[in-house]
């Protein structure tokens, strides 16, 4: 066993635990990691690494909000366990639309949308995309300010959030938090909204994107507040990484890649860190989400993806490592 090799994955078990729930697109970075840091193995198994190593990121998620999504507990009631399954309804209704143009085109994207360019251009546009809704939160929440919200008042962020504003205002005032919306709770998150913020979730099929970017941008516009919209972006990874992980692993085995013990240490290794990473790194947005915009994610976006672009037109060429 090649203890090097092990180091290399947990590098990149430390990299997707971070990068997978921030929304700073966690394949941007791997790709700037992997011209640095290559593992030894075949191209095939990289691929199928980049993917199902983010089950040890899901796990994460799992065992964080375990009460909150088991419907069998039984410190629940009727009424949450309705709640519960209910919430799952949504989980799976917004997956839909990600998962009806996403399997049928998995080919297509990895052979044609994986590159620098596409990654370093969403990686500038949705960081500018975090940087305006930021700021239109924010001359909203100014108006709101000045205007002397009425308690009881709460700002609609979309259509999709009317009827959740209207149906939810008493007792929920406005109260100049940084964290606003109509949508103070996943009990408030109707099925129409969900299925918006899996429209969204489309958008991350196009490397750079950030899955999480994507679903928490979606969220913000149609009425959430940061933390509704971050929570429910975890939520919907479950079934979405379950899912690629398992698309994944087949397609792998069935154009006859195989693996020993050496490359199950390393996906092994991968996993386990992503897991204990992803535990922090969602904790930490969730404290951070609180208090602070995205702002500082949507700079630190456009600052990578000139560096990407940077890197592989001008550094890399001039150093003789272009490919």
Known sequence: ??????????????????????????TGHMILVDEFIKLNVTEEFWNMFLVVIQLGA????????????????????????RATWSLWGKIVLGCIPAAVIGIPLDDFMEEHLYSSVVVAAALIVYGIAFIVIESWRARRRSELSAAGALPGSRPAGAHFAASSAAGGAAGSAYDGDSDFGAITS?????????????????????????RSGSTIIGGLLLGCTRSVASKFTFFLAIPVMFGASALKLVKFFIKGGTFGAPE???LGVGCAVAFVVSLVAIKWLMGFVRRHDFKAFGVYRIVLGVLVLAYFFAIAPALGLAA
């Open 1 to 26: 066993m090649d203890i090097i090799e092990l180091l290399k994955a947990a590098f990149l078990g430390l990299v997707e635990g971070i990068t997978e729930w921030l929304p700073i697109s966690s």
């Open 58 to 81: 899901i796990l994460a998620v799992c065992l964080l909000f375990f009460h909150e999504l088991n419907p069998f507990s039984p410190k629940k009631g009727k009424d949450g366990r």
């Open 186 to 210: 996943l009990d408030e998150l109707s099925w129409k909204t969900a299925l918006g913020i899996g429209c969204f979730q489309v958008l991350s099929l196009i490397p750079g994107t950030s």
């Open 264 to 266: 199950l240490a390393i």
